[in-house]
């Protein structure tokens, strides 16, 4: 359940004691932080650290049962937020979401994780090697997370942004545009940006209010005022990964609507050839219908060169059928 359990004072990590109540203790008296790292934690697991750090029940909730979407709520001893990292595999073409929680209170951070989407490892790490960052406490703990996140945002976003040209070279393909596949992966690319905008989408709000701009100016519980130019910087990355996602959702409907067009031409030049063709087989069909009829009174009927004038005619007519239908291009 425990990934990792440090104090931190004035920016650099020492070992405390195993038991919560006496870490938070030490890491308070001391004017550091304990930083409690869990991993899809059980009900029961996470019973002992709830009554340690004293989390409302209802962020507690949230957190075993996960499924939520990015959001910051304020409590009265802690603040509780969630981010979705995510995880693009370049073998699949495909994004999965993880799931950070982050509860934020006086002198700890508690972090759950679920899923194998998040930044959390490497989070600890590089705030390890930043003291002066570390320094600023608890808030550089959220400050860093949500950074990270923001940060692979934007990476996974030029990673799709590379699958979408790709995808509208094989639409407007001369020879793969018709594919019969292309519309189950234009629809398999739609779902994927998707999955990566309900990561992001649901994530400004909170950024916003953290970085304490438009209505959201009050300060935030626990957080650091300090702290507002960074957020703001995370804010604004943010913003140009939502503008990139919105860029994708459109133009993936364009080259979807693109295809379908291009398919539904296809099709009226296919019927139009069988049309015409249709149209060249009857004529002889008709002539050879009407004198297989052995009718006694028939134009020419004894005339030694009836059958050849008729195949002459037959021949003539397919002629200026076929010149006909090629000059109006349905040939």
């Not at 991993?39 to 989390?55: G, I, K, N, Y």
């Not at 910051?72 to 999965?96: G, H, R």
């Not at 949500?146 to 040209?165: C, G, K, M, N, S």
């Amino acid at each position: 359940m425990i990934v990792d359990c440090a104090i931190y004072r004035d920016g650099l990590r020492t070992e405390g004691p195993e038991d919560f109540s006496d870490a938070l203790g030490e890491a308070r008296a001391a004017g550091g932080f304990v930083w409690v790292g869990l991993h899809e934690p059980t009900e029961r697991e996470f019973d002992l650290v709830t009554q340690e750090f004293a989390l409302h029940p209802l962020a507690v909730e949230d957190a075993l049962k996960a499924h939520q979407r990015p959001k910051l709520e304020v409590y009265e001893d802690s603040l509780f937020m969630v981010l979705k990292p995510v995880a693009y595999e370049p073998e699949t073409d495909t994004v999965s979401a993880g799931e950070v929680m982050v509860f934020l209170g006086d002198g700890f951070v508690v972090t759950v994780r679920h899923g194998e989407g998040s930044p959390l490892k490497a989070v600890r790490s590089r705030l390890e090697q930043e003291p002066e960052l570390l320094g600023k406490g608890p808030t550089s703990v959220l400050y860093a997370i949500a950074d990270a996140a923001v940060d692979h945002y934007l990476d996974v976003a030029t990673e799709l942004q590379t699958d979408l040209e790709e995808l509208e070279a094989e639409v407007f393909s001369p020879d793969r545009g018709g594919s019969r596949h292309t519309a189950s992966r234009i629809y398999t690319f739609k779902r994927q940006v998707l999955e990566f905008r309900r990561a992001t989408g649901p994530l400004a709000p909170p950024l916003t209010r953290l970085a304490g701009n438009g209505t959201f100016g009050a300060a935030v519980p626990f957080v650091d005022d300090t702290a507002r130019p960074f957020f703001r910087d995370v804010s604004d990355h943010l913003t140009r990964v939502n503008e990139s996602v919105e860029n994708l959702d459109r133009l993936v409907s364009d080259i979807l609507s693109a295809h379908l067009a291009q398919m539904s031409v296809r099709q009226n030049d296919d019927m139009r050839k069988i049309s015409a063709w249709a149209a060249m087989a009857a004529i002889p069909t008709m002539i050879a219908g009407i004198y297989g009829m052995n009718f006694e009174h028939m134009p020419e009927l004894r005339w030694v060169w009836s059958y050849p004038a008729v195949i002459a005619l037959m021949g003539v007519l397919e002629v200026l059928l076929y010149r006909l239908f090629k000059r109006r291009g349905w040939l």
